[in-house]
């Protein structure tokens, strides 16, 4: 079990998470949104957050809600502190998810040196892969990422066509080179907002996580083992996995 106590904490750098849940989640259904959805009796966003608290080096979460529930967000937040030692805070996000995690930075203090960034869609990351990922940002890599191994064959297409129109094969990649990555990722904070600000003035920037960003600055990005568990809730099947497997948690370890 991970140690949570103050003592624990204070050799190693100071360490915010920044949860960006601004977002609207459609493919999961009309409601409210993704992050606020229930699972096992207590929105997603509760868990995902727990599950950053309860890391041996972090010392603040950041949560990033959307605009208009900024409030409700922080009296939900309230309802279920962190443990000791942990500070909560909760700010407005942005029209997109850079923006809301750029949002996020701009509110941790000055001392706080590694910064990991956290999906709410995935609320049931063990603690264990949260210390992998800060433990290697600690060891001295600038960026952090875990991953598994890509199961699936992968077909790359030319472009995508319309919807259920037949899509040409142009290339399968080897998959025992591909892996699907997963948050929480870790990054020296100065490398991170260095890549924020470098995104600001590229228009053209495409990406789709923050290791995105940091590999667009020529730093290296490594990566670690990720957790099957750590699986994001994106459609309704997804959030029917979630509770079978916070069920068995339960069950199991009392979690």
Known sequence: MTDTTPEAR??????????????????????????????????????????????????????????????????????????????????????TRQESVRLGLDALPEDIEAVLVHDAARPLVPVDTVDAVAAAVHAGAPAVVPA???TDTVKRIAAPTADGA??????????????????????????????????????EAAVTDDAGLVERLGVPVVLVPGHEEAFKVTRPLDLVLAEAVLARRRLNDGF
């Open 10 to 95: 204070a050799p190693l750098p100071r360490t915010a998470a920044v949860i960006p849940a601004a977002g609207s989640g459609v493919r999961l259904g009309p409601g409210a949104p993704k992050a606020l959805r229930p699972l096992g009796g207590t929105p997603m966003l509760v868990h995902a957050a727990h599950a950053m608290a309860r890391a041996r080096a972090v010392v603040l979460v950041v949560v990033v809600a959307p605009a208009a529930e900024t409030e409700a967000v922080r009296s939900l937040l309230d309802e279920h502190p962190p443990p000791p030692g942990v500070d909560q805070v909760v700010v407005a996000g942005g029209a």
């Open 148 to 150: 598994l191994p890509v």
């Open 166 to 203: 037949p899509e040409p094969v142009v290339a399968t990649p080897d998959r025992s080179l591909l892996r699907a990555v997963q948050t929480p990722q870790g990054f020296d904070r100065a490398t991170l907002v260095k890549a924020h600000d470098r995104l600001v003035d590229d228009a």
